[in-house]
């Protein structure tokens, strides 16, 4: 039996009081230049719109949905009541064990950093799953971008010509709109679903380049005409993803057959499919990248599960990291992986894990992350988070300072109203920054 | 036959989970594998089932075990991959022997030879070891498995060997060439989701002749929290067709985990599904198609083994704890966070079988 946390001691390091005195002191200094603006959206400070635009900072985001159990992955305890089947193995960092089903990882773990000190608060997918993608913060009567929405606004599309935000998945593709939030649906994703790219991303051989030009005029002016009518956001919208289709018929070999070697060193799996795709797509020059993994969630026969899911997963992880890194990229992508939450220590009746929000881990490398930081802890048997707990919030912070970001003092402005990019109670997790 | 109707009697359960529970051959003990690296045994002369000294010093899990046709001998496999050999009657039962790494990691499954000189082992490492039980020396490795060999069997008559995996393949050894001679199709038991390999043999039997080998588990519909239809599969020992599937439930009743023949001839199978549901069900086992049990318990959770006392009536069938299931911190009064244990529902007929 294990004691539990007081909830009120949750986060020390948030001073909420220092908090907001440095935000009214910001609001104070900089009200004139809060005004709604062209830049990135109109949603951003100018200066820092500026400043953003020159740095070609890029986000590698793993979503693995459902929720990875921290116990068979990247916070093991074997030989506990909780602890599982499996062995923890050794990694390149003297003292550090990973579960015995992540052998290639155990083998980056220099090149990572991991915190197995996250505690959050949602232990249902439908509230999980979107706080954690935007960052928690204060109900401020505005729904949040998700991460991906959050970089693709902050620092824009860069040079690639390619949306700012792509979202390479299982399932359908098309435009997800839903994760932009108030940064209106221009901010959304393009959704590659199957590894297939948007149908009709091809001209049709029997159109002319001339009839093509005649056609886009009439669709400039049928939307011309839409637009007078309507709120801005929605033609930028409307504009955007034609123009990213038009971005994506440029690069059509984005989608070409992947070289055979590389299948087989991501595995040829649904993950390592998607994979290989978002390493492609940040090698062009995707702002932020999602790729996402599905059926992680192991109510039932949870170790059976994890014993094929975690060695797919380690696979095409390894692999991408390894990539990023002989190819230099690293230095400006940040790679993130990660879950709403983690497994509940606790074995159920048909020998799964629950939702276990309390206390499991994040696993990150790449640009502005201290490679070989392990850091947080949990009790010997993983129910509790026994180093100072980080939310979410923390993680935001950290990650907008890893890209230059100044999470503590840039702002969005919503129809001119000021709204923290991170959640003000929270702060950047120093051990984990270079 | 068709008025069987059995009563909980018991319920012994220890501070861990607990794997497989089993009867000694006198009928004193009751013993089962712990989900913390011990044996668990419990004495049955009492009014009350009484726990006596766990033994066995094992790692992680201890899901695979079984008890020697004649003698007081128990080996025991644990996940990390240690066998070792125990006279499960001492009070404080020292190993006999011991492999440390029989096999690479989860040791899924052990059986003995019919006459016990020999026994079979197999486990995540995907190969099928034979060992000598009086010292644990390696006599034949067995290897044409593609995943998890999560079941070995004995046949009763020849020692013939059969193995079942987690793609749901099942191979009958040939011993003079160390290789697969026959193989039987359980792939139904199997599903490929997104990235998860799914369901597989999770237990085998034969009928008492010997001429029907029967395959358990799931038809699965789906990964992650796994659903899916609990099937009996039933093959002919002499040709390897399929003689008859049996559907056992409903989609939540999921797993078919165990399976095994009453001395009195009808078929015992036992169901876990999601959330906490678990079945036990009595068979005609001449009258498979036959749309009702004999004997249907539905009011259990998650069952997940069966055995028949030497007596041929009380029945122990190892189970969990209604309600453990759910997301977020349990705790007690105390704030100390709550695990799970695994009541053995001891089971007899109202009246003795005869």
Known sequence: MTQSPNNSERHPLCNTAEHVFTRRQLLGGSATGLIGLG????????????????????????????????????????????????????TTIPGIHVSELMPKTSQIMHKLAVDRGVSTFDNSHSAGVPRINRGDPKDRGVIYPYFGSAVANLMGPGNSGLPPYVWVKPGSGGFKYQDAGFLGPKFGALAIGEGEPPPNILLPETLSSTNNADRNSLREFANQQYSQKRPPKFSEAQNFVYDTAQALMQKRSLFDNPDPKDVARYGDTPLGRDMLIGRKMIEAGVRFVKVNSYGWDTHGDNFNAHASLMPRFDQAFTAVVEDLDERGMLDHVLVIAMSEFGRTPRINGHIGRDHWPEAWSIAMTGTGIKQ????????????????????????????????GIDSEHTEYINDGQPLPIADEECSPIRELLS | MNNIQYKAVAAPSTDRQLFNAKF???GKLLIAGSYQGDLRRFELTEAEPTELTPFGNHHGWVQAFALHPTENLLISGDSWGKLQAHDYTQENPMPLWSLEDAHDGWIRSVAFSNTGEWFATCGMDQIVRIFQTKNGKLRHELKGHNADVYHVLIHPHDDSIVSADALGNVIHWDMKKNRPKRQFDASETFLAHRLQDVGGVQCMTWSPDGTTLLAGGTRPKNGATVQGIPILIGFSWETTERVFLKELGATSDCY?????????????????????????????????DTAEPLFLLSNLSNCHSLDVHPDGDMIAVTTTVRGSNGNGRKVDADGNYIGNTSPIQLLTPDSPMK
């Not at chain 1, 740095?55 to 459902?66: C, H, S, T």
């Not at chain 1, 030989?79 to 923890?88: A, D, K, V």
């Open chain 2, 24 to 26: 000694s051959h006198d």
């Open chain 2, 256 to 288: 078919c985990e165990d399976v095994a023949y009453h001395p009195r001839g009808f078929l015992m199978a036992v169901t876990s599904g999601t959330p906490g549901t678990g079945k036990i069900q009595f068979l005609d086992s001449q009258n498979l």
């Open chain 1, 39 to 90: 830049g990135l959206g109109g949603l951003v400070n100018p200066l820092f719109a500026k400043e953003m635009k020159s740095k070609e900072k890029q986000v590698l985001f793993i979503w693995i949905d459902g929720g990875m159990s921290q116990l068979e992955s990247w916070d093991p305890k074997p030989n506990t009541q909780f602890g599982g089947p499996f062995r923890s193995i050794p």
């Open chain 1, 372 to 403: 070989g930081a392990i850091i947080g802890s949990t009790n010997d048997d993983g129910t509790w988070v026994t180093s100072e707990p980080h939310d979410i919030g923390h993680f935001f912070h950290t990650w907008f300072n890893a890209l």
